[in-house]
């Protein structure tokens, strides 16, 4: 195959022609579907180039230029149209079948309905066109489908008319008065049960609301609409931003690749995201169905009215958006764990895309397939970028910074800069070494060390900072960073808290004024997205543990114990010795148990202890087998020291109906499970008597630990139950998926054979496939190769499927690094019959190169 070829952020160039209106209309009908595209096209400045519009995988019928036929000529995906008008009207004809989309980007099908995608580059699937970010267009619509099979017919925008034609066919026709790049173009067309409410805007307008879910599911999309309503009144408290259209609509589509999409005034939705009852959904996904909800619609400012000019710039509308919906659950919630959650995505995923093959600014300078850089780089370190910007300038200013930048790009398609200039001239502050983070790939370190004069009573922290060589990055420069410290006295009272401004190689910080050596609580509520080196001792993580102000610094104290104790085993093991725990450790642990002033979620976050994958992003390389071993051991001296208390708050909370007691109960439940399989009956009876999802859904987890015949009797229990709630079903799917078992990827190869598995349906592929490659680390890296195997089969079947999917759940394959040389043979052996593959993806084919590189 021919190599596709990377684009580069540099030859970026102002579009030659510009498109200030389209028409298009659907006459959709199945394989026959066709498109006639007419646009309002404006030659721009002087040059005499032809006009070049790209398609994929679209038959065209016919080209007109002022209702004339017009001379053109197709080539590799692009079509030609040789004109000297610098104005002109051009109407495109397109075929097509979405039902054979199985990409699930353009017009597709969906469970009996057509649906679109056309974020990155996928509206050129439905007609020839400029499909890029910084081509703005006013969009008319007008669909036309059976009455019967398809009763609703949506688009962007307002409902201008709508009616009966021949045949039962009927039509609608829907107008957007807000200009907008292609990729935010929506249309959905079928059978829903519909849930209606209303919202009075700050400015007194009324606005419709709408969520479309599939039949029988209308009891949940109550939770979705409600947290639609909390997003718009909090997006015009925190922000000023008021809602634009006179209709909002969300719809709920089971195959998606995505979570969801932001469409203009149609948000297309994974139902993952929407549906939810108390029977059927986890109180963490009531909290993801919030989350995602207010994304969308925080993107109506945020994406929609001020977008990107080119797709390098994605971490505009995404890292800004990712920030402004984090800010909305921690209002609305707890702001302590939710900053926990996002540290963890960072330390846990980003740092790990930072260390691999993939390493990427968050304005990356070269991609080759977009769809790969939907990444937690572009997403999550981009709004640790902006969440950064928060800390330096204050609320007030970053507000200012927020209207004046809105006040100046409104209905326009702008750069990272522009953002940043406009935080810049709104607070006065210079931002310009504070950039470099939009430019430098990778994870900068931060290392500190401690000195204390007791005759002068001052205290010193010395700051050092590095950021290792990336694909394409040497010589990094220093960042500014903003270091936020606690010093902590040894009677626990806060004697300092300051953000440092850090903006060199190395800096010195002093403190004067301490009777005494303080605790230093660094890098408090991750207020830059670092990687810390200090040399914390056992005493100072128990005192941070119990005194420090932040409750996020307590739970970061406590990752930090359990995951020394881990690492000084896998060091005994290698030379020799027996594994031991340090007595004070325990203790700290079973202070957590018996605390009675600490939040219930909070004490969940801090007894769910890391991950193996956690742990693995700690170190440059690994010692996988004997981490195994270590880690297990410090889970179970852990769970040991603390099992009466561990069973006392289980029976505790039994009867208490609120998320964050569900919480603490289950992970408690489950430490139990990692003593004795006899407490099995205690997860039974949980299971038995459980009203609601987390309770049924944690008892199953418990008890995932091991293959005891409670469990396997269990999980046929709640197969039968809920055969036909697919949602539910991707659960029970990922349990399977996560079972740390010598026969796991053999009963994972006979879930294919499932009735209730397709490779098809991206969700199924995710909670089946990827949850095995991302979430269990030791059957995933056996070391006869069987894991890798596994994947790659998967990979190859889903790469003509869809290729998106397929990409995404590679990334484990390609982050071999860390690993003996054993391993990274195998992988890599894997990652060579990957690029073998016939009519590979451009998806696959941009990750697999760079990891082989």
């Known amino acids: 195959m021919s190599q596709p070829q990377a684009k580069f952020l540099k030859d970026y160039q102002q579009p030659k022609f510009k498109i200030s209106h389209i028409d298009l209309a659907f006459s959709l009908a199945g394989k026959e579907t066709k498109i006639i595209a007419t646009s309002q096209v404006v030659r721009q400045e002087q040059h005499d180039e032809a006009l070049v519009l790209v398609g994929d995988e679209i038959e065209l019928l016919s080209v007109t230029v002022d ?3 017009a001379a053109f000529q197709q080539k590799s995906g692009e079509l030609v149209i040789d004109t000297s008008l610098n104005e002109f009207e051009l109407q495109i004809t397109t075929k097509l079948d979405p039902e054979a989309n199985t990409s699930l980007e353009g017009l597709y099908m969906s469970d009996g309905a057509y649906c679109t995608q056309c974020e990155a580059e996928g509206f050129r699937r439905i007609t020839y066109f400029l499909d890029r970010p910084d081509v703005l267009a006013i969009y008319s619509v007008r669909i ?4 019967q099979a398809f009763p609703y017919l949506l688009s962007n925008g307002n409902l201008v008319e709508a009616g009966d034609t021949q045949d039962g066919r009927h039509f609608a026709k829907w107008h957007d008065p807000f200009p907008k790049p292609a990729y935010l173009f ?3 067309a079928g059978d829903f049960d519909l849930l209606e409410d209303r919202f009075t805007t700050c400015s007194n307008r009324d606005v419709k609301l709408q969520v479309f879910v599939d039949k029988g599911n209308l009891n949940k999309a109550h939770h979705a609409m409600a947290s639609l309503k909390k997003s718009m009144a909090w997006d015009e408290t925190r922000f000023n931003l008021e809602y634009d259209l006179d209709i909002y609509m969300i719809v709920a589509v089971d195959f998606f690749n995505m979570g969801a999409m932001e469409n203009k005034g149609l948000n297309v939705f994974n139902t993952k995201f929407v549906l939810a009852d108390k029977a059927c959904a986890t109180d963490d996904d009531y909290h ?3 989350s995602v909800v207010g994304h969308e619609y925080f993107h109506n400012w945020t994406g929609n009215r001020v977008t990107c000019r080119d797709w390098f710039q994605l971490s505009l509308k995404e890292g800004l958006t990712v920030f402004r919906d984090q800010e909305f659950s921690s209002d609305l919630g707890s702001r302590a ?14 740092f790990a895309e930072d260390s691999g093959p993939m390493a990427h600014a968050i304005r990356p300078e070269s991609v080759i397939e977009m769809n790969n850089f939907y990444t937690v780089t572009v997403y999550n370190k981009g709004a640790e970028v902006i969440r950064m910007m928060h800390t330096l300038l204050g609320e007030s200013a970053f507000q200012r910074g927020m209207a004046l930048y809105f ?12 953002f940043v200039a406009a935080m810049q001239d709104a607070s006065q502050v210079d931002l310009t070494q504070f950039k470099r983070w939009y430019s430098q790939a990778g994870t900068p370190q931060v290392e500190v060390e401690e000195s204390y004069d007791a005759v002068n009573k001052s205290y010193n922290l010395t700051l050092s900072q590095s950021t290792p060589d990336t694909p394409g990055q040497t010589d990094k420069l220093p960042l500014h960073i903003p270091f936020d410290v606690e010093l902590i006295s040894v009677d626990g009272e806060s004697v300092m808290s300051e953000v440092l401004s850090f903006t060199e190689k190395q800096q010195t910080f002093s403190f004067t004024g301490m009777p005494s050596k303080p605790a230093p609580s660094l890098l408090q509520n991750f207020s830059a997205p670092v990687k810390l080196a200090f040399d914390y001792s056992i005493e100072q993580l128990v005192h941070i543990m119990r005194f420090a102000t932040s409750e996020v610094a307590k739970w970061e104290a406590s990752v930090s114990l359990f995951s020394q104790s881990v690492w000084q085993n896998v060091e005994r093991l290698q030379s020799k010795q027996a594994m031991f725990i340090d007595p004070r450790i325990l203790d700290a642990f079973k202070g957590v148990v018996l605390a009675q002033e600490l939040d219930k979620a909070l004490m969940a976050e801090i007894l769910t202890l890391a991950s193996a994958g956690s742990l693995i992003e700690q170190k440059e390389t690994v010692d996988l087998d004997n981490l ?7 889970v179970l001296q852990i769970a040991s020291d603390c099992e009466d208390e561990l069973l006392a708050k289980v029976r505790e909370l039994n009867s208490v109906d609120d998320a964050s007691a569900r919480a603490l109960k289950n992970i408690c439940l489950s430490l139990l499970l990692k003593i004795e399989q006899s407490y099995g009956e205690v997860a039974k009876s949980q299971f038995d008597l459980a009203d609601n999802m987390t309770d049924s859904l944690g008892a199953l987890s418990a008890l995932n630990c091991g293959t005891s015949a409670i469990r396997n009797d269990l999980m046929g229990q709640f197969e039968l139950q809920w055969i036909d709630t697919p949602l539910v079903m991707d659960k029970w799917f990922a349990l399977h998926a996560t079972l740390n078992s010598h026969d796991c990827i053999e009963k994972l190869t006979s879930l294919f054979e499932h009735a209730a598995f397709s490779f098809n349906n991206p969700n199924r592929v995710r909670s089946l496939i990827g949850a095995f490659a991302a979430g269990n680390t030791f059957e995933f890296h056996r070391r006869d190769g069987q894991g890798y195997q596994f994947l790659t089969d998967a990979i190859i079947k889903l790469n003509k499927l869809n290729p998106q999917v397929a990409a995404r759940i590679i990334t484990p394959l390609i982050q071999f690094k860390k690993f003996d040389s054993q391993r990274q043979l195998l992988m890599r052996n894997e990652l060579q019959r990957i690029l073998a593959t016939e009519e590979l993806s451009k998806d696959l084919y941009e990750k697999v190169t760079k990891a082989l590189a």
């Open 67 to 69: 209702g004339k036929a």
């Open 144 to 147: 036309e489908a059976d009455k």
């Open 186 to 188: 929506a249309l959905v």
């Open 288 to 290: 993801g169905i919030e």
């Open 337 to 350: 764990v939710n900053r926990i959650h996002a540290i963890k995505v960072m330390k846990n995923q980003q």
């Open 407 to 418: 006040e100046r790009h409104d209905g326009q398609a702008v750069t990272c800069d522009d």
């Open 628 to 634: 195994a071993l270590a880690r297990e051991f410090v």
